[in-house]
Every structure is written in C-alpha cells, then in structure tokens.
C-alpha cells in the first residue's frame, strides 16, 4: 500500500530535550511538507522540500530543523528553542510541489513536552 | 495578509443536508481544496475544485465556487454520524516568496446528532 507513515503517533518530552519525528513516504513524491497544528486552529507551514537536499523555512519555522537526504524521509526536529512545542504535527507530500499539485496527509503525531 | 475564513462549528441531524461555508483571499487561486479531520487522525482529501468551475459534485458532495465572492462551500447530503469530523479549506497561494503552498482555514467542527 503506498502511504504517508510518521512516527511515533505519540511522542512525550521533557523540556528542553531536542526530539525528532519521522515521516516516510512510498509514493515517489517529490515534495514533502511539514505543518503544525494547534486546537482550534489551522494548519500552518513549517518547513517544505520540493527536492531531495533542499529545503524552505514556512510561515514558523523558528525552532524546527529539517533535512532531506532521501526522496522518501523528511524528519523534523523539535529543538529546545521551540518555545511552545506541544502540538499536532502533520507531515504531508504532493508529486512535484507545484502549486496545482494536491498534498496528501500523514496520520500525525502528537507531541507533547512536559 | 493571506486568510481563509470559516465558521467553527456546524450542527445538523442525520439525514439532513450540511452546507460549510469557506472565504479565501487570494483571487488568483487556481484550487481550491476540502480537507476532513476525523479525531487524532491526519487530513484526509475530500475534494477540490479548479477555478475555472463553478460547481462540482462527487457522489454525496456538492462544491460550490464564487469566484467573485472569493466563496466556497461544501454540501453534504444525508449527512451521517459517519460524516462528525472537522474539515478544513484550504487555497494554494500564487504569489510572493510562499507561493504554491497550501493556506488551511481554522476548520468547522461538524456534528451530526442521532
């Protein structure tokens, strides 16, 4: 089955402490993006890649880190400068990161740093 | 700036119609996307619509477009406790250093009672 997998769907930390989520796809899609979700809100853009080994800051990529070293991985990483991390982050892809192309969601996983 | 506006929550009993209401602000936007949120679960695409259309159906759901209005809604028919979720709007932004990424509304909260 192809599909968007991320890991772990829940993910605890202390503060401070850098964590890292995965996201894999088997899609053979070019570009892979990361969001983050607070309640009652939108989704808002954190890093996108259009192509292996590159990368774009989103609307609020302070505190977030990312790299892209093979098509099918885009892991994020929450640093300790992140200063509100508790949140739902949703990794999605779409086939080249042209603006007609449609994204396709992962399932999610929700962190929360105590 | 760029927003997508939607009304937070939306109550219907099963069986009847469900009509989500959605404002855009980028007037050359040439999708236009449904998003649904089941809880804790990643974004799953319901429908799009091209901007060049100005309705389109897919079996119980009806997309409306207002090109003028920057006005987008979704209907759906016989709504079913199945159907309980929130579902986002989104638009693709075309212009400045963001353009092609997707914008979300905040998503409306459908209920649907027994």
């Known amino acids: 089955d192809g599909g968007i997998t991320q890991s772990p769907k829940y993910l605890f930390r202390k503060e401070g402490q850098n964590v890292t989520l995965s996201c894999e796809q088997n899609?053979?899609?070019?570009?892979m993006y990361w969001y983050r979700q607070d309640p009652g809100q939108g989704l808002r853009l954190i890093y996108y890649?259009?192509?292996?080994?590159?990368?774009q800051k989103g609307d609020i990529a302070e505190g977030y880190s990312v790299s892209r070293e093979k098509k099918e991985s885009f892991p994020l990483t929450v640093t300790s400068a992140q200063k509100n991390p508790t949140a739902f982050y949703l990794c999605?892809?779409?086939?080249?990161?042209?603006?007609?192309?449609?994204?396709?969601f992962g399932p999610g996983t929700r962190l929360t740093v105590l | 700036g760029e927003d997508v506006e939607q009304s937070l929550f939306l109550s219907v009993r099963e069986g009847d119609s469900s009509v989500i209401n959605c404002t855009y602000t980028d007037s050359s936007s040439t999708y236009l996307y449904w998003y649904k949120q089941e809880p804790g679960a990643g974004l799953q695409l319901l429908t799009y619509i091209f901007s060049n259309m100005d309705m389109k159906q897919d079996q119980r759901l009806t997309v409306l477009l207002n090109k003028k209005d920057k006005h987008l809604s979704l209907r759906i028919a016989d709504t079913q406790t199945g159907d309980s979720a929130i579902y986002f709007c989104a638009e693709i932004l075309n212009y400045g250093g963001s353009q092609g990424n997707l914008i979300f509304g905040k998503g409306t909260k459908l209920s649907v009672k027994p």
């Open positions: 890649s259009q192509i292996v080994n590159d990368f």
């Open positions: 999605a892809s779409s086939i080249s990161g042209q603006r007609t192309d449609t994204q396709y």
């Open positions: 899609l053979n899609h070019d570009a």
